[in-house]
T-cell receptor, first 114, second 113 residues
Framework: KAGVTQTPRYLIKTRGQQVTLSCSPI?????VSWYQQTPGQGLQFLFE???????NKGNFPGRFSGRQFSNSRSEMNVSTLELGDSALYLC?????????????FGSGTQLSVL | QKEVEQNSGPLSVPEGAIASLNCTYS??????FFWYRQYSGKSPELIMS????GDKEDGRFTAQLNKASQYVSLLIRDSQPSDSATYLC?????????????FGKGTHLIIQP
């Protein structure tokens, strides 16, 4: 069974631009969560989608948004990029997104904002 | 605001010894507790989960939970150089939906051959 796939692996953008990241969950998984990882703040929860609906959102500005498609694939968008958005963005999937479930993480997208 | 605290390390342990990693959390409503291992340049991988007070053993790993003290720990017996990684403690509230994991910043563990 293929794991969680994130594309692209690396991205370089400049301030003010926008970016879209993609995540394909493990087959059969309907919950997709997004996390931001930085050396200073560690891993922080962005949002979670299940059946095309955002069920929960972390403490991030509205510039961070996402969506999920009917095939459970998810995209995350960051608009008006800031230097502080440079981070590793990780996507994780699980079957139903229950709090007790194991999360499977993708390899991440390393975003650099110049 | 939910917080999870870990000593950042590095924690240096000789090969074959027991590595002890600790974590405290602030939200008394937390119900699910996890330990993830993250190798440098890789994504986190779940190694242990625990939901009730006491000890849970899986191979060389033992997770310990004390909800009264809001404390979670991970013991690694017979430490191997391949155990060298950053260990992330994560907690979440109970409930039907996913409220997201709150992670600690991780403890960097070094196993010295």
């Amino acid at each position: 069974k293929a794991g969680v796939t994130q594309t692209p692996r690396y991205l370089i953008k400049t301030r003010g631009q926008q970016v879209t990241l993609s995540c394909s969950p493990i087959s059969g998984h309907r919950s997709v969560s997004w996390y931001q990882q930085t050396p200073g703040q560690g891993l922080q929860f962005l949002f979670e989608y299940f059946s095309e609906t955002q069920r929960n959102k972390g403490n991030f500005p509205g510039r961070f948004s996402g969506r999920q498609f009917s095939n459970s694939r998810s995209e995350m968008n960051v608009s008006t990029l800031e230097l502080g958005d440079s981070a590793l963005y990780l996507c994780a999937s699980s079957t139903t997104g229950q709090s007790s479930e194991k999360l499977f993480f993708g390899s991440g997208t390393q975003l650099s904002v110049l | 605001q939910k917080e999870v605290e870990q000593n950042s390390g590095p924690l240096s342990v000789p090969e074959g010894a027991i590595a002890s990693l600790n974590c405290t959390y602030s939200d008394r409503g937390s119900q699910s507790f996890f330990w993830y291992r993250q190798y440098s340049g890789k994504s986190p991988e779940l190694i242990m989960s625990i939901y009730s007070n006491g000890d849970k053993e899986d191979g060389r790993f033992t997770a310990q939970l004390n909800k009264a003290s809001q404390y979670v720990s991970l013991l690694i017996r017979d430490s191997q150089p391949s155990d060298s990684a950053t260990y992330l403690c994560a907690v979440t509230l109970s409930g039907g939906g996913a409220d997201g994991l709150t992670f600690g910043k991780g403890t960097h563990l070094i196993i010295q051959p």
